[in-house]
Each structure stands twice: as C-alpha cells, then as structure tokens.
C-alpha cells in the first residue's frame, strides 16, 4: 500500500468498506440533496455525510459500454478517490454518475474528480456562510 511521502509515518492509503456508499437510500440523500458538478465524462453529485472521512459510490450504466470497460472505468475512478484522499476535505458522500466516454488515463481521472471535489466543497462552503448569516 502506498504512503504519501509528505507525511511521514501517515497511515497507508486505503479503500475500505468504510469509504463505500452501498445503500440505495444513501445513493438517493446524494442524489436528492447533494450538489451537483459536471466534469468531463461524468457528473459528481456530493453532499456532506457528518463523517471526518469521505465516500464513494458510483453510478454505470450499461450505455457506457460492456462490462470490461464498466468496470475498469470503476476501477480507475476508485484509485483516483483512494489516491487524492489527503489531498481533499474530508466529510463528504460522492457519488459519480459516468456518461459513455472513451477510457481516460488515470491521471485525468484523479484531476477531474479533484477539480469536482474541490468545486463542490466551496459550494458547501458558501450554504454554510449564507445559512449562518440568515
């Protein structure tokens, strides 16, 4: 398992049990509630879940090819959220809704969810704000 080499003796980075959204009604809060912010192939749907970690669930359907390219798809974007979880804030449900596309290279994975991670918490930012001032 790889450790980030900024922070020494940092626990490895994982993908646990813990960091996946598997309930049909959690999938529907995100859905329902969340913000929702496009970027390239996919729309990320993120809503803050009260945890000090974030997770991931994500949505394929079938238009987005057969099942090989589904699930690499899968596989890459789960590296992507595994890879940048230091880098993000924390406390947050993702949900990303893929739409067909040609298979993208790991790193613009990693830069398009970080780009909507990042796009997203300042939209919560900003509620918060507005909602305090109220």
């Not at 804030?89 to 909507?116: E, F, N, Q, T, W």
């Not at 990042?118 to 001032?133: G, H, Y």
Request: charged share 35%.
């Amino acid at each position: 398992m790889a450790t980030n080499p900024a922070q020494p003796g940092a626990e490895p980075l994982t993908f646990r049990k813990r960091h996946r959204i598997s309930r049909s009604r959690d999938f529907q809060a995100v859905f329902n509630e969340g913000v929702r912010k496009g970027r390239g192939p996919f729309l990320l749907f993120v809503r803050p879940n009260g945890l000090e970690h974030c997770r991931l669930g994500l949505s394929i359907p079938r238009r987005v090819g057969g099942a090989v390219k589904r699930n690499l798809i899968k596989r890459r974007l789960r590296e992507a959220f595994r890879l940048q979880q230091r880098e993000t804030p924390g406390g947050y449900d993702l949900v990303v809704a893929v739409r067909p596309h040609d298979i993208l290279m790991m790193a613009k994975y990693r830069r398009l969810l970080l780009d909507a991670r990042l796009a997203a918490d300042k939209t919560w930012a900003k509620r918060k704000d507005r909602q305090r001032d109220a």
